[in-house]
């Protein structure tokens, strides 16, 4: 009832950029919090950011200045910039979102199957 696209990842040098991009389709009546965790080997899976429908964001500390969640509400899509990528950001990179699909009455969490980022000389 709901897909996940997301796109963007990859390899690249510190100090570089990448922009990932989750596209959610589907019978979606309407989309609430949106956001991106990240799961790195043998590591918990973490919040890196969050966005609401209002477009109020929080941030993992590590990642404040340097990423930045932004959504397209007419598109459904959820996109992270992160710029200054360090070797520790080296994760699987995952799209989730809060989802009230057309005729139900509550919302429930929806999860991207994940992108791979890799920050590596």
């Not at 389709?25 to 590591?43: D, E, H, N, T, V």
């Not at 109020?56 to 710029?83: C, E, P, W």
Request: aromatic share 10%; charged share 15%.
């Amino acid at each position: 009832q709901v897909q996940f696209v997301e796109s963007g990842g990859g390899l690249v040098q510190p100090g570089g950029s990448l922009r990932l991009s989750c596209a959610i389709s589907g019978s979606i009546f309407r989309l609430y919090r949106m956001g991106w965790y990240r799961q790195a080997p043998g590591k918990q899976r973490e919040l890196v950011a969050a966005i609401t429908s209002g477009g109020s964001t929080n941030y993992l500390d590590s990642v404040k200045g340097r990423f930045t969640i932004s959504r397209d509400n007419a598109k459904n899509t959820v996109h992270l910039q992160m710029n200054s990528l360090k070797p520790e950001d080296t994760a699987v990179y995952y799209c989730n979102a809060e989802v009230r699909i057309t005729g139900s009455g509550t919302s429930r969490v929806y999860w991207g199957q994940g992108t791979q980022v890799t920050v590596s000389s």
